[in-house]
């Protein structure tokens, strides 16, 4: 990856990171990466099609999945992880353990994106201020094979924007600074169908914390309830992406740093409308102006004054 590591990427509108599950069980993908060359391939093709970030995963976060050892998600994932950075592509690592992430960040990746919002590892946390690197904390209760028994909420914006305060607030005394921090709703994590769509309305509730905010709607279960069938079986994962990239709209419009996506050209093309959308001076009827350096001063906004806990 080129440019300074511990930097999270700010292009002046919402990036999109790509999926990349090195799996054989993960509920959209899964099988269909498993091997070092066929991940490699689909990487290079992910940042081609215009992601920011490819986010390499070697164990399913999806809801029943039960873990995998360390050894073979290290097998899984830092072939992949080195292959992919000596091509200059910015990689995320997707895993909850501070060994995976050690051994990733050795490897190339400059971001770990950790489902459990670092609740599964508590040396997670050490390891990410020791090296620098931006750290993706996900709103999640629970764990993978039993995460819906915890889907019991008075206001999931409101509490989801409180929890993840806590987990901010616990990487901040670990030493972690507050530039490295991303924060993640956690669409589909703990959370049932109107749960998700209720975080989604109120996306600028968790945008207004101040910290760059990635959401990950791409394919999942809220959405295949939302479009079933007439006799009421869900939508499958691969019919989803129109209904993704609604919510990379939907995300982009609320002010996410981010959208992680499986589908990347559509996300791509539509956060670049939105950027430009934003940066349309409106004045008298007919007399808009395009005005793009606006957009980017906004992006620029420093987060760390507007900090607090909530």
């Known amino acids: 990856m080129t440019g300074d590591r511990g930097a999270i990427v700010r292009p002046g509108r919402c990036v999109v990171m790509g999926i990349l599950n090195v799996t054989p069980d993960s509920f959209s993908d899964g099988g269909r990466h498993d091997t070092v060359e066929a991940a490699v391939a689909h990487g290079l093709h992910l940042t081609a099609a215009g992601a920011d970030y490819v986010d390499v995963g070697g164990e399913s976060t999806r809801p029943g999945a039960h873990r995998v050892e360390p050894d073979e998600e290290l097998r899984r994932v830092l072939p992949v992880v080195a292959a992919l950075t000596g091509h200059g592509i910015a990689v995320s690592i997707d895993t909850t353990r501070a060994s995976v992430a050690t051994a990733a960040l050795a490897a190339g990746a400059g971001m770990v994106n950790d489902v459990s919002g670092g609740l599964a590892d508590p040396a997670m946390a050490r390891v990410v201020a020791d090296a620098g690197v931006p750290w993706v904390l996900t709103h999640r209760r629970g764990q993978s094979r039993d995460m819906y028994a915890d889907a019991t909420y008075d206001d999931v914006v409101a509490d989801v924007r409180r929890e993840l305060c806590a987990r901010v607030d616990a990487a901040l005394a670990a030493g972690v600074t507050a530039e490295r921090i991303v924060v993640d709703p956690g669409l589909g994590f703990s959370k049932q169908p109107a749960h998700d769509l209720a975080l989604l309305a109120g996306l600028d509730r968790i945008t207004g914390l101040g910290f760059p905010v990635l959401v990950g709607a791409s394919r999942k279960r809220f959405l295949g309830a939302l ?66 350096p606006r957009q980017q001063r906004k992006t620029d906004n420093g987060h760390t004054e507007r900090w607090r806990s909530a």
């Open 227 to 292: 479009l079933a069938a007439p006799d009421g079986q869900p939508r499958p994962p691969a019919q989803r992406d129109s209904a993704t990239l609604a919510t990379s709209v939907l995300a982009a419009r609320a002010g996410a740093w981010g959208v992680r996506v499986h589908d990347v050209a559509g996300s791509a093309d539509a956060v670049r409308v939105v950027a430009a959308l934003g940066g349309v001076v409106r004045g008298p009827a007919g007399t808009e102006t395009l005005a793009l």
